[in-house]
C-alpha cells in the first residue's frame, strides 16, 4: 500500500483546562493551612498583590510610608538619601538606649541563655532515638574498626525503635562479614532503651527479660515456644502445655503485657497534629450560623502603586508594560477564584446543613444517609465539584470537629426506615462498650442485639463496620485478670 501525504480540515470539540481555571479547581480543594501556604507564595510572586492591614484610626497617615500607594513614583529626592536622624528625628543608638530604659523588648535582641528560657520550651524539643543511641554509642568501649557498622543498625532503625534491614544487608553495605555484624548488632540492642533494634515483637519483649531478671523464667518460655498461643489469647491450651495452673499462666501474662512493644515510642520526634477546622456552625436563638473560618489567611487587594504606575505609559517600556498587565490579569483571576471558593464552601455547607439538621440538634444517632449527588442535585452542581470542596476540609460544630465526610453515608434498612450506616457503627461501638469484658460478645451476639433493636444487617456487614472502628474479635477483647 503506497503511503501519501494530504492535509485535511476536522472540526472537533475539546475540554481544555486553561491555567486560570486550573487554579481555580486547585484553590477550591485545599484546606485552609495549604490555601494560607499557596497565598503567601503568591503574593511573594505578584507584585500587583499586597495583603490588606487594617489601620487604626489614631495610627492613620502617622507611617512615613502612609499614602505611599496614592503617588506615581517621583524621581528620588535628597531626602530619601537622608541619614536616619534627618528622616525620622532619632538615631538607632538613642532609640535603642530608650527601649532598654523603659524596660520594652520588642524581640530584636533575644536573651537565648538557658536561664532565660521557660522550662517548657526546654522540654518542648526531645532528643530523638538516633542521637540517644549514638550517645551511648560513642560511651561504650567497642573497637573503632565496628563503629561505622553499629551506626549503620541504629541508621536502619524505624521510629519505634525495630530494625529494618537484614542482617545481611548490614554486613554487604558495611563491607564486614556476618558473625560481626551479628555481635555489633548484640552491643546495639543491649543500649537502652530496652528492646530496641529487634528485628520483630517476639525478639523485642525477649530483650527486655534480661534486665528484670527474667530469664529462664516461665514469661520467657511463654515468648520463645508459645509466641502463636499468647497473641491468640489460648491461655487455657498454655497451661496445658506449659504444666502449669492457669493462675501461673495468667501472672506471666501480666508481666508480658506490661513490656514496652515499641521501645522508640518515647524518643519520637513528631509533634501532635492540630486540625483548623475550615467551617463553625454556631447555634444561636433556635437558628444555625455559618462562618468561614479565614483566621491566618493573608487578606488581598491590588496594589495602587503599581496600578498607577501601569497606567503611567510613559514611566514604563513595553516588557514592564506586558509583564504588569500579565501579573495583574493573574491577580485579577485569583482574588475572583478565592471569593468563588468561599461561597461555594459556604453554600456546600449550608445544604449539608439542611439535609442534616436533627444531626446538628440532636446528635449522631439522627444522622441520614447521604450522597454527593444529593447535594450536587440540591445545588446545581457536578459532583466533582462538591468532592472536591468537602475533601480534606473540617466543620466545627455542637458536635465536635467533623470531617466534611462524615455526613456522606450509606443506608441500611431497618424495621423504621433507612437510617445511616455510622448511626449503626455507633451503636456497635456501644454495644462492646457495655459487654462484659470477661465474656466479649462475638459478631453473631452483636448482630442479635441489633436486630431486636430492628436494624437488621449481616453478621459480615457488623464484622466489616468492627473493622472498620479498629475494633480486635471477641477472643482478642478478652479480659482474663
Known amino acids: 500500500m503506497a503511503q501519501e501525504q494530504r492535509l485535511e480540515l476536522r472540526l472537533s470539540q475539546k475540554l481544555i483546562l486553561t491555567p486560570q481555571l486550573q487554579q481555580s479547581i486547585k484553590l477550591l480543594q485545599l484546606p485552609l493551612l495549604e490555601l494560607t501556604q499557596d497565598i503567601n507564595q503568591e503574593l511573594m510572586n505578584n507584585p500587583m498583590l499586597e495583603e490588606a492591614v487594617e489601620k487604626s484610626p489614631e495610627n492613620k497617615g502617622d507611617s512615613p510610608a502612609a499614602g505611599m500607594d496614592d503617588e506615581v513614583p517621583r524621581e528620588a529626592s535628597s531626602d530619601t538619601e537622608a541619614p536616619l536622624e534627618k528622616i525620622f528625628g532619632f538615631t538607632t543608638e538613642s ?19 538557658e536561664e532565660s528560657v521557660s522550662p517548657f520550651e526546654r522540654n518542648r524539643s526531645k532528643t530523638d532515638l538516633y542521637e540517644h543511641l549514638l550517645w551511648q554509642l560513642r560511651l561504650s568501649h567497642i573497637p ?11 541508621n536502619n532503625l524505624n521510629e519505634d ?12 553495605f558495611a563491607e564486614t562479614d556476618i558473625k560481626t555484624a551479628e555481635e555489633v548488632l548484640s552491643v546495639v540492642q543491649g ?51 506449659l504444666k502449669a495452673s492457669i493462675d501461673e499462666v495468667l501472672a506471666a501474662i ?29 447555634e444561636s436563638e433556635g437558628k444555625f450560623i455559618i462562618t468561614l473560618n479565614d483566621e491566618g489567611v493573608p487578606r488581598l487587594r491590588l496594589s495602587n502603586y503599581y496600578r498607577k504606575l501601569l497606567s503611567n505609559k510613559k514611566s514604563l517600556g513595553p516588557e514592564e ?20 471558593r468561599n461561597r461555594t464552601i459556604y453554600k456546600v455547607t449550608d445544604s449539608i446543613l439542611k439535609f442534616q439538621e436533627d444531626f446538628f440538634r440532636k446528635g449522631a444517632k439522627y444522622l441520614k444517609p447521604l450522597n454527593l ?19 480534606n476540609k473540617y466543620i466545627q460544630c455542637p458536635q465536635g470537629l467533623l470531617n466534611f465526610r462524615y455526613f456522606f453515608t450509606n443506608a441500611v434498612q431497618t424495621s423504621q426506615g433507612d437510617i445511616s450506616s455510622s448511626t449503626v457503627k455507633d451503636m456497635i461501638k456501644q454495644i462492646i462498650a457495655d459487654e462484659d469484658q470477661m465474656a466479649p460478645l462475638n459478631d453473631n451476639k452483636i448482630v442479635e442485639i441489633l436486630q431486636a433493636k430492628g436494624i437488621s444487617v449481616a453478621r459480615r456487614t457488623a464484622a466489616k463496620y468492627r473493622e472498620e472502628l479498629r475494633i480486635p474479635s471477641h477472643l482478642k477483647r478478652k479480659k482474663w485478670f
Open 95 to 113: 532609640y535603642f538606649e530608650d527601649r532598654e530604659s523603659d524596660g520594652r523588648d520588642l524581640g530584636y535582641f533575644n536573651d537565648t541563655s
Open 144 to 154: 573503632k574498626s565496628v563503629g561505622p557498622v553499629a551506626e549503620m543498625i541504629i
Open 161 to 172: 525503635g525495630y530494625l529494618q534491614a537484614s542482617i545481611e544487608e548490614i554486613a554487604e
Open 191 to 241: 543500649l537502652d532503651p530496652s528492646g530496641v533494634a529487634a528485628r520483630n515483637l517476639q525478639e523485642c519483649l525477649l530483650l527486655q527479660l534480661a534486665p528484670l531478671n527474667l530469664k529462664d523464667t516461665l514469661v520467657e518460655k511463654i515468648l520463645v515456644e508459645h509466641f502463636n498461643d499468647l497473641e491468640g489469647k489460648r491461655y487455657k491450651q498454655l497451661a496445658t502445655k
Open 254 to 282: 501480666k508481666i508480658i503485657e506490661a513490656l514496652e512493644p515499641r521501645p522508640g515510642r518515647n524518643y519520637s520526634g513528631d509533634e501532635p497534629v492540630h486540625i483548623i477546622p475550615d467551617v463553625y456552625v454556631e
Open 321 to 340: 508594560k506586558l509583564f504588569l498587565e500579565e501579573k495583574l490579569r493573574s491577580a485579577v483571576w485569583l482574588l475572583k477564584s478565592l471569593d468563588q
Open 373 to 391: 449527588r444529593d447535594i450536587a442535585e440540591d445545588l446545581e452542581m457536578h459532583e466533582s465539584t462538591i468532592s472536591r470542596v468537602t475533601s
